[in-house]
């Protein structure tokens, strides 16, 4: 079932009477804009994909081996039993 030329009229016709030509007017303004904001920003998202990206730097001390560090740190346990 596909619609035909008279029955694209009705329903421009039906919507017009119902909205009103200046409220039309309206919305395909707002729409435009809204195309115009949208491929706007698909530009600066392809522009900025051409920059570096930031380098993440480390930690400012320097880390040691995990069998250094394990060494180094005394269990809670022990710290405890201490007391």
């Given at each position: ?67 250094e ?14 007391r």
């Amino acid at each position: 079932m596909s619609l035909g030329p008279w029955q694209l009229i009705i329903i421009a016709l039906v919507i017009l009477v119902l909205f009103g030509r200046g409220r039309i007017s309206e919305m395909m303004g707002d729409f435009g804009k809204g195309i115009k904001s949208f491929k706007e920003g698909m530009t600066e998202e392809d522009g900025s994909t051409s920059k570096p990206s930031p380098r993440i730097e480390g930690p400012a001390h320097e880390a040691k081996p995990a069998s250094e560090a394990a060494s180094d740190a005394k269990p809670a346990e022990s710290r405890d039993s201490n007391r």
